[in-house]
């Protein structure tokens, strides 16, 4: 381990040097990629060096608890040398989750789509309620949310909202939040206070780089219309609105959210490359097939991995069997215990999978 970690030190300084050269920043895809790397080997540096410096104390501490001859100074060392082989033992482990082998995908910028399920009304309010724990969430983490595309209720909900997030790692921890999520809450619709169930569905999708999935423009129609809003009331009076079909596979993507055509087909094209990719993946890898179906399920109240429940502050994720009693916390985007705790738990799958 020792070595691997070395010889990722050095690679670090090689990138260092790579950051600083002018030719780099003329390339914005390469700089993108050569700083997702360098930011990824600096946290794995980081602990590195603390772990050094940890094993450094622990031979010093061995060394005095071993040769001192006055007894008090001896015991003080032998209490620090229990605390630093405790330290040390923890940063190793921290070090193999950070050399586990990663999916390539890891550090992918995300795309995330939140619809209603079940529930109607009180489903779409609770698609703009997760829209805003996500967008928290990412805040936090130094991430960027930018709006894609949204279908708006008269209540202030949202039919179907899809956002893009960029940042460190950020598909490594928001792929996990793919799936049913069930909230149970009495409705600002409901005038006997009876708790109702609803559900709203989550996909999250790897963004690709345009040169990563090719899409010939004979495969396309485009079609430009009006935006319009809740009601069909007009949001703008010329054809920004954009409607992008791929003729081979059928997928539809709309886009209306800006107030340029131009824009709006770029970030519908953004979108129809995640989804296209994400159709190629399941193809050449039996164990994601049809994984956005299996992620998104029907929307049905039965499916779910996560609860939300308003009457008792709790949230519980169903897959790592994890219940917070402060779910008003989480609504305002303190959600790391479980997106941190998912992807610990798919770490762990993964080497346990190695080992076998």
């Not at 630093?84 to 992918?108: I, V």
């Not at 805003?132 to 179907?160: P, Q």
């Amino acid at each position: 381990m020792i070595e691997k970690l070395e010889a990722i030190a050095s690679r670090l300084a090689e990138l260092d040097g790579l950051a600083s050269d002018p030719a780099l920043a003329k390339d914005p895809a390469r700089y993108r990629e050569t700083m997702r790397e360098r930011s990824r080997l600096a946290a794995i540096v980081e602990v590195y060096e603390d772990y050094k410096s940890a094993g450094a104390s622990l031979a010093g501490a061995r060394e005095i608890a071993r040769e001192e001859s006055d007894p008090e100074m001896r015991e003080l060392a032998r209490e620090e040398q229990a605390g630093l082989e405790a330290r040390l033992a923890s940063l190793e482990a921290r070090l193999g989750e950070l050399l586990a082998p990663r999916d390539p995908l890891a550090d992918k910028p995300a795309i995330m789509e939140i619809r209603a399920g079940t529930g109607g009304e009180e489903a779409a309010l609770f698609v703009s309620d997760l829209f805003r724990m996500y967008s928290r969430f990412a805040d936090k983490r130094g991430w960027k949310i930018e709006v894609m595309e949204a279908s708006g209720t008269e209540l202030g909900g949202f039919r179907e909202i899809v956002f893009s997030v960029t940042g460190e790692a950020v598909y490594e921890h928001l792929r996990w939040e793919s799936g049913v999520h069930r909230v149970q809450r009495v409705p600002a619709t409901e005038g006997s206070g009876r708790i109702h169930t609803s559900a709203v569905t989550v996909a999250v999708l790897p963004e690709m780089e345009e040169t990563e999935v090719e899409i010939s423009d004979k495969d396309l129609r485009i079609d430009v219309m009006r935006s319009s809003g809740p009601g069909g009331q007009s949001v703008n009076t010329t054809d920004s609105a954009v409607r992008i079909t791929h003729l081979p596979t059928g997928l539809v993507v709309h886009c209306q959210d800006e107030k340029s055509q131009i824009k709006n087909k770029a970030k519908a094209m953004r979108i129809l490359r995640a989804r296209l990719f994400e159709i190629e993946d399941a193809k050449l890898k039996a164990e994601r097939a049809a994984e956005r179906r299996s992620m998104v399920g029907s929307g049905d109240r039965s499916e779910r991995i996560r609860t939300y429940n308003f009457p008792q502050n709790r949230v519980t994720d169903h897959r790592i069997d994890l219940t917070l009693y402060k779910l008003d916390l989480a609504m305002e985007g303190a959600i790391d215990e479980l997106v941190d705790g998912l992807v610990r738990s798919a770490r762990e799958e993964l080497m346990k999978a190695k080992d076998t």
